[in-house]
């Protein structure tokens, strides 16, 4: 099998985890590594001294063996460089969120499918193996009628670098959300702290409304006195927990009157399933197995929220 050859552009703390999962990957040529930093562009030549350096996203983007991109730059530049990126009829795997406006998050859409590109936006949580067991055991009526779900992502300590907890933890939780309840919601309110500095709010707080009273609690925040990442899903019948630094057993089923249920799931890497499922699809040129859609209806709920806070807590449709 030929391998695939790829860039990597950002080689920051999550762009070397990625160039990690790549490197334990068959048939994968990572020919390029980009970054405008040169301490990192240093360090990532170290690390991978079979890739080419360089700061200029063209220079990678002009070798004909370069068939796809993996993009972990800043946020604010997700649409900038993947619009590049599939403008040069280069495959693209970018990091969540796939924009910061609806607008162009619709835009990499678009132009993917008129260039029949792969599209795949980084929701790692959507190939956790405890994530897929649970969206199984909801779709076989396992925990009776779905009627909410409640996600919590806390971090301690300051913030790495001043921005929104909204749209840099919240994007994990509402994937999570609408993958699990199979929907978009209606509608999307929220509030959140020291939101008066645009863009830097510190904690969040989001109701997601569904067709037919279902409803996803959000709760996002820094500072917190411990790091938590637990979700939980409550139907007519039993409960289902989803906590990703549980010591023991991830995934838990709870019903009234019984002990928790441990839920076995497969031992699966989620970021080598992700790799590995977007280069699948590189190969066959399957752009259909991409997840652009998903990420454009997660990027419009962040939107819907980041609106419901500057209207403290004012409901905002999803039109």
């Known amino acids: ?6 860039a990597l552009i950002g080689a920051g703390r999550w762009g070397l985890t ?5 490197s334990k990957l068959e048939n994968v040529d990572l020919r390029w590594i980009c970054e405008l930093e040169g301490e990192r562009l240093a360090r990532a030549a170290a690390l991978y001294p079979r890739a080419a350096m360089t700061d200029r996203v063209a220079e990678a983007l002009a ?68 994530v897929r067991r649970a969206r199984q055991l909801v779709v076989e009526g396992a925990l ?12 301690p300590g300051p913030p790495r670098a001043p921005g929104s907890a909204w749209w840099s933890l919240a994007p994990h939780d509402v994937s999570l959300a609408l993958h699990l309840l199979g929907a978009v919601p209606v509608a999307v309110s929220a509030t959140g702290g020291a939101y008066a500095e645009a863009g830097h709010d510190g904690v ?8 037919g009273g279902r409803v996803a609690h959000i709760h996002v925040g820094r500072f917190a006195a411990e790091k938590t990442r637990r979700s939980v899903v409550s139907g ?17 089923l709870h019903e009234p ?36 859609a998903h990420a454009l209806a997660v990027v419009r709920v962040l939107e819907a929220g980041a609106r419901s806070m500057r209207a403290r807590g004012t409901p905002v449709e999803l039109a």
């Open 1 to 6: 099998m030929v391998p695939v050859g790829v």
């Open 18 to 22: 990625v160039a990690s999962a790549l």
């Open 63 to 130: 070798d004909a063996g370069v068939a796809a991109a993996f993009v972990a730059v800043d946020s604010a530049r997700h649409h900038a460089v993947g619009i590049r990126v599939l403008e040069s009829d280069r495959h693209l795997l970018v990091e969540k969120p796939m924009a910061l406006s609806t607008a162009d998050a619709a835009e990499l859409r678009a132009t993917a499918d008129a260039r029949q590109r792969v599209l795949t936006v980084g929701h790692l949580l959507l190939h956790h193996p405890a």
């Open 144 to 155: 009776g009628d779905v009627l909410c779900v409640e996600s919590a992502r806390l971090a």
């Open 204 to 211: 969040a707080f989001a109701t997601l409304h569904f067709e």
């Open 236 to 252: 007519t019948r039993r409960a289902l927990v989803f906590d990703e630094v549980a010591r023991h057993g991830c995934l838990t």
């Open 257 to 292: 009157g019984r002990p928790p249920e441990e839920v076995r799931t497969d031992a699966v890497d989620p970021l080598l399933a992700q790799c590995a499922h977007f280069l699948s699809c590189v190969r066959r040129s399957d752009a259909s197995g991409g997840n652009a």
